[in-house]
C-alpha cells in the first residue's frame, strides 16, 4: 500500500474515533450532513530535502472541520486525535461568510514509515 493510501487510512480511522462524519475533497453541492462534520484533502508534494537533493516525498495533510459555531472542546478533541496519531499540526480557524459557519483547518505532514 502507499504512503498515500496510508495517510489516507490513517486520517479518516482518526477523524471517525471522534464521532465526526467527513469526505474527501467536497460533498456534492446540497448533499453536505449538518455541521459539525469535516472534509480532508492529500497533497503528495510534501517535500523533504536533505543532501542536496529529495530525501522523501511525504504527504501533506489538509482538514477543515465545518461548525455551526465555534466549539472549542470539539477542536480540541480533533486536534488531540490528529497529533496523537501524526504528531505536530497547525491548527487556524476562520468565519466563512459564504458557508454561514466556522471553519477550524488542521494541517500536517504524514512522516510514517511505509509498511514492508
Known sequence: MSIVANAMRGLVAALDATGLTGRFEAYPVGKAPAPPFYVYTVDDQGEFYADNGTHARLPRMHVELFEKV???????????AL????????QVGTWSQSEQCHIEQYDFTYTKEEES
Not at 465555534?70 to 488531540?80: G, I, K, M, N
Not at 497529533?83 to 497547525?90: D, K, R, S
Open 70 to 80: 465555534a466549539d472549542p472542546a470539539l477542536e480540541e478533541s480533533v486536534r488531540d
Open 83 to 90: 497529533e496523537t496519531a501524526f504528531g505536530p499540526v497547525e
